[in-house]
């Protein structure tokens, strides 16, 4: 479930809150004595993630491209 941020257009506070994706948008502040209209803002997201082992640049290269990868790095004296 992803977290929206929402910015109320009465107290110009800024809140998080952790909804399904299906869950109707928030339309008034949560914050305490205030119940303005809230609009959604738009976030960039989180990138993609891999976690855990085997999850490297170089797993599904052939071993041609592997081959000439190595002749190009400059030999160490």
Same mark, same amino acid.
């Given at each position: 479930?992803?977290?929206?941020?929402?910015?109320?257009?009465?107290?110009?506070?800024?809140?998080?809150?952790?909804?399904?994706?299906?869950?109707?948008?928030?339309?008034?502040?949560?914050?305490?004595?205030?119940? %303005?209209?809230?609009?959604?803002?738009? %976030?960039? %997201?989180?990138?993609?993630?891999?976690?855990?082992? %085997?999850?490297?640049?170089?797993?599904?290269?052939?071993?041609?491209?592997?081959?000439?990868?190595?002749?190009?790095?400059?030999?160490?004296?």
């Amino acid at each position: 479930m992803p977290n929206y941020d929402y910015k109320c257009e009465t107290c110009n506070q800024t809140f998080e809150v952790f909804q399904k994706m299906s869950d109707n948008k928030l339309t008034t502040c949560i914050l305490e004595n205030c119940s %303005g209209p809230v609009t959604r803002l738009l %976030g960039a %997201g989180s990138g993609l993630i891999f976690k855990g082992t %085997g999850f490297y640049e170089t797993d599904n290269r052939c071993k041609s491209y592997s081959d000439a990868a190595s002749k190009e790095k400059p030999k160490e004296k």
